[in-house]
């Protein structure tokens, strides 16, 4: 897109963000949606693309030295139980993040507590719901942030559980 007129820019990013990002999104193929959707975003409100990219660059060895930190904290209260899992964590795409902010009404970062999050892959149902009770036990959940797509699962046949809890520094997470 770089090497085209700013109006076709506009014109296939907009198209990209309707048509393609959700139907990577439907496709199960998430980092191609996120990818997309930055790079729309970019194209279309690049004033709010280069802030972004600018305030998180700022915290970004902060982010990496947070998740890794969460990381290790949940896996060894998830040892302590007795659950066996995968826990990984990363920093929400710009997009998600200006999404957040569009939907709040938010002029600032700060005023966006959860641009990372992390993902807990278990083998079955059980240590599912298990691995949400030691979140629960561990970290304050936060009402009406909790998702159940294990017991209604989204049209794609997507399964989890999603919450939103105060993390170890008192931001959401």
Request: proline fraction near 5%; aromatic fraction near 10%; glycine fraction near 6%.
């Amino acid at each position: 897109l770089d090497f085209l007129p700013e109006k076709k820019q506009k014109l296939i990013a907009q198209e990209t963000l309707d048509i393609y990002s959700p139907l990577a999104g439907r496709l199960g193929i998430h980092w191609v949606k996120a990818e997309l959707e930055d790079l729309c975003l970019r194209y279309l409100k690049p004033e709010v693309y280069y802030k972004l990219a600018q305030l998180i660059a700022k915290k970004k060895s902060e982010r990496e030295k947070y998740i890794e930190q969460v990381i290790k904290n949940i896996e060894e209260n998830l040892k302590e139980y007795g659950i066996k899992g995968s826990v990984t964590g990363r920093p929400k795409h710009f997009y998600s993040i200006y999404k957040k902010m569009e939907q709040r009404n938010a002029n600032d970062l700060d005023d966006i507590h959860d641009i990372v999050a992390f993902r807990i892959i278990l083998d079955n149902i059980t240590e599912c719901y298990k691995a949400l009770g030691v979140i629960h036990a561990t970290y304050k959940p936060i009402p009406g942030r909790f998702k159940d797509y294990i017991a209604m699962p989204k049209p794609n046949n997507y399964q989890s559980l999603h919450t939103t809890v105060i993390g170890p520094y008192g931001e959401r997470m």
